[in-house]
């Protein structure tokens, strides 16, 4: 059967490349440092499920080191002149776009095909990794039609990768260390301990006063947690339900849903959910991280008023 | 209340500016800590968290391909073809892609998307050509606040179509949640209810991404650069 382990070992495979080649490049000043950044995270991903939890630990605090005390240098120049790429974009015209489009293609079929095939009885894919080995088999498949096509040499692929790797830098683990950080709250019981604060200070006399608080406050702890699913089960739990629904016989369905979109307002304004907002950022060369939440904040704050509208006007119908 | 540390931490550190990666660690730590778990345990537990998590860093593996691509042509590309579309703006491209991003999610198909495979190699170049069809040479400033709102685009568009499909994590997520606490719910519930929001969502947005271009016009208009024309 083939398991999430897969992909990892891939992912480390290739995260050991962009430390090699890193290692290898004599122009930058930091490249040691980028080199061990990158090695850390290549040997979580190949040995990871196999190491004491307490050395997964210590590699991601010296992760942490390496970046903070040593730094990290930036992305290299780019291979190619513009001049060479114009002349190759108009000698390939709009194929160049069929390898970026089968990531999307296969990951997809993947997605709807793999868990109806089998091996005897045994899945051929793990039922509940089916979408992560499909994005891992779509670039893969991707990475293959792009090769036979352009025929590059064999380092290009992970030489650009680094390239690419050291333009988002650090922001690119932030993601990973941020779902880490959920699970600690959850151990320490920091959702509870939300909810109690919240039922104690905040006056909900009327259906209008815990609606807004309930939507407003889905947005300010998903702004905290990053993710609106960790805010979800505590807001429901300290206002939706006993408010919302039980004392002022709000319906559970627009609750629920209208609650969880509040929630996804806090989502485009922290850069706790980085994935969203900082790794776009450092994707698309931006000096400014928080340029992507820049842009997103009136919509945002927009948009939880209507979720408060809508959630008021249909919640007690 | 101890463990509230870790998120003052968390607020403190981003607005003091310091390097979010390290303030994350610090305030895991601090909480596990503060919680009453010995150091090696709260080592123990992070690390456990950081490499059940790994599925959440998959996406990194376009890089290689999408780096071969940049490396063969593939913004020049982008770029020539929107040069080709005498009415495509930089606002009503990205009104089409918010759109188009929005309906794929509602159907599911998230995995359509996404700032790697599609907005840094595709999107954001073809905004920004659309933008240089109408104005001229870009200056930096404009290229970053379009590539921004590139990203924004893809954003709101999967976060505001998603919750339209039945199958999706956040709709069993609720409907997990509540089951626990003796409510059942059905999915298509849910996703129903999904539907105004994602329409004010595409209003708010769409409307906000259309006046960009207006803004970048008379941005333009201002410094008096090449190609600039009366509206």
């Known amino acids: ?317 | 209340m101890l463990p509230l540390i870790g998120i003052l931490i968390i607020v403190a550190g981003f607005a003091l500016r310091l390097n979010p990666l390290l303030v994350v660690a610090a305030a895991a730590l601090a909480t596990g800590l503060a919680a009453g778990h010995a150091l090696v345990d709260v080592i123990s537990a992070f690390g456990k968290a950081f490499v059940d998590s790994r599925s959440v860093s998959i996406v990194w593996l376009a890089l290689p391909v999408i780096g071969l691509l940049e490396r063969s042509g593939l913004k020049e590309r982008a770029r020539i073809v929107i040069s080709g579309i005498k009415v495509a703006t930089t606002g009503r491209l990205l009104l089409a892609y918010l759109a188009l991003r929005q309906l794929t999610s509602a159907l599911g198909l998230t995995s359509l998307g996404g700032h790697a495979q599609m907005v840094r190699p595709l999107v954001a170049p073809m905004a920004e050509a659309a933008a240089e069809n109408q104005l001229g040479e870009l200056d930096d400033e404009t290229r970053f606040r379009i590539r921004a709102f590139a990203a924004s685009a893809d954003n709101v568009g999967v976060f505001f179509g998603e919750d339209i499909f039945v199958a999706i994590g956040s709709i069993l997520l609720i409907r997990g949640f509540l089951d626990q606490n003796g409510i059942h719910v059905e999915a298509t519930r849910l996703a129903w209810w999904a539907i105004p929001t994602a329409a004010c969502a595409f209003v708010i947005h769409g409307t906000r991404l259309l006046l960009l271009d207006r803004s970048l016009r008379s941005a333009a208009n201002g410094t008096a650069g090449p190609g600039t024309e009366q509206p």
């Open chain 1, 1 to 317: 059967m083939i398991t999430l382990e897969f992909v990892n070992v891939i992912m480390g495979v290739m995260l050991a490349g962009v430390a090699v080649v890193s290692a290898r490049d004599v122009s930058s000043p930091k490249r040691y440092n980028n080199a061990a950044f990158w090695g850390l995270f290549a040997i979580t991903f190949l040995a990871g499920s196999y190491l004491p939890n307490f050395v997964n630990g210590l590699l991601v605090l010296a992760m942490v080191l390496v970046m903070a005390i040593g730094k990290l240098g930036g992305a290299p120049p780019e291979s190619t002149t513009r001049a060479e790429r114009e002349r190759s974009a108009a000698r390939w015209g709009n194929t160049l776009f069929i390898p970026a489009l089968t990531i999307p293609a296969v990951t997809l079929l993947g997605t709807f095909t793999l868990k109806y095939l089998h091996i005897g009885n045994v899945p051929l894919v793990d039922p509940k990794q089916i979408t992560v080995v499909s994005l891992g088999a779509g670039t893969i498949a991707a990475l293959l039609v792009g090769m036979i096509m352009l025929r590059p040499p064999a380092s290009a692929p992970i030489v650009e990768a680094r390239r690419l790797m050291d333009a988002v830098g650090w922001a690119a683990v932030l993601p990973q260390m941020l779902a880490a950080l959920g699970a600690m709250f959850a151990l320490a019981g920091v959702g509870p301990i939300v909810a109690t604060i919240l039922q104690r200070w905040i006056p909900l006399n009327t259906p209008f006063a815990v609606v807004a608080t309930y939507a407003i406050g889905m947005a300010l702890f998903t702004s905290v947690m990053g993710n609106a699913f960790a805010a979800f089960p505590v807001m429901t739990a300290a206002i939706g339900l006993p408010l919302v629904v039980h004392r002022f016989g709000g319906d559970v369905a627009v609750m629920a849903s209208v609650g969880m979109l509040s929630g996804y307002c806090g989502t485009l304004v922290t850069p706790m959910a980085a994935n969203f907002n900082i790794v776009p950022a450092a994707l698309l060369e931006l000096p400014d991280q928080n340029a992507v939440i820049k842009a997103q904040i009136p919509t945002a704050i927009a948009l939880l008023v209507a979720n408060v509208a809508i959630m008021y006007l249909f919640v007690f119908r």
